[in-house]
């Protein structure tokens, strides 16, 4: 299956939406398109991946290296999760306590900086 990837801005966060499956062969793209927005200055990252249909563990390490990324800039990072198979391999993998986890993007991007460093999880 194809990956797709959207950008846009709400507030000041650069969401990310992705669609399709995250696996060994399309991680890749998903990790360039990442390292490009860090780079090119985005500092509050929230994936959405609520159209995300597979998501294997070359998937999970490109978020989690996305997370130290972020960190290391300074910015923030979360993902937007509300599929059950998906939340299911977070939990599995105890990933759930490494990312900020939120049902929508609102609910990601209305989070305050406070919220999400009073208790910050460790990668």
Known sequence: MELSLTTRTVGEHT????GGE??????P???????ELVDGGSRN????????DFLDSTGLGV??????????ANGTFGLVCSKEPLLKI???TALDQVFPIYPSVE???SASAGDRDDNPPSA
């Open 29 to 35: 793209r998903l990790r360039e398109r990442l390292v």
């Open 63 to 72: 978020l989690v290296g996305a997370l130290k990324r972020l960190r290391a």
């Open 22 to 27: 995250v696996d060994v062969y399309t991680a």
């Open 45 to 52: 990252v929230v994936v959405d991946l609520a159209r995300v």
């Open 15 to 18: 969401v990310l939406d992705v």
């Open 90 to 92: 977070f939990r599995i």
């Open 107 to 109: 609910a990601a991007t």
